[in-house]
């Protein structure tokens, strides 16, 4: 157990619609990734925050958006979902949010189906 | 940017035998390389990383080297055992993003 929760665990929705993918880091760690893993594909990263301010952002689609509240817990927002967004989501969490030194935990996931 | 490059995408060992992966990274300026392992239905885990300042490290059956002149770096695992069985992703640091391979699935055939 990393100690990063994740809810929640599965979620099917449909086309065009909006979810809310929710993440509490482990206790201290003030920064919080987010990553998409499509079927058997690898890990690509969505956007970075630290201790409520947006830090990194990767491949992130427009429709997508997410921050980071003031408990450091963090949601993941995806809106106008496409079958093409089905994939498994990942939320990480580290201790100062920098990538050279910290350690990335990954919490369990979040299945997303778009029937 | 960085680019990481991992091969191969699957591999197939004998248990008891020894596996090799290979990472190749773009920018001369990353200093940290980690492994994460990813078993069926969950997140990956790091199980070992190294840092440019060190050529090898080593814990227990699974150890990692680094060649910074030749920009690649590589996981061994020894004597596999079954529950070696999972993806494999190896990442390096340039800045504040780690930049990840595609991942390696490794098969320990009984």
Known sequence: DSGVTQTPKHLITATGQRVTLRCSPRSGDLSVYWYQQSLDQGLQFLIQYYNGEERAKGNILERFSAQQFPDLHSELNLSSLELGDSALYFCASSAQGVAGVDTQYFGPGTRLTVL | ?110
């Open chain 2, 1 to 110: 940017g960085e680019n990481v490059e991992q091969h191969p995408s699957t591999l197939s060992v004998q248990e008891g035998d020894s596996a090799v992966i290979k990472c190749t990274y773009s920018d001369s300026a990353s200093n940290y390389f980690p492994w994460y392992k990813q078993e069926l239905g969950k997140g990956p885990q790091l199980i070992i990383d190294i840092r440019s300042n060190v050529g090898e490290k080593k814990d227990q059956r699974i150890a990692v080297t680094l060649n910074k002149t030749a920009k690649h770096f590589s996981l061994h695992i020894t004597e596999t055992q079954p529950e070696d069985s999972a993806v494999y992703f190896c990442a390096a640091s340039d800045s504040y993003q780690l930049i990840w391979g595609a991942g390696t699935k490794l098969i320990i055939k009984p």
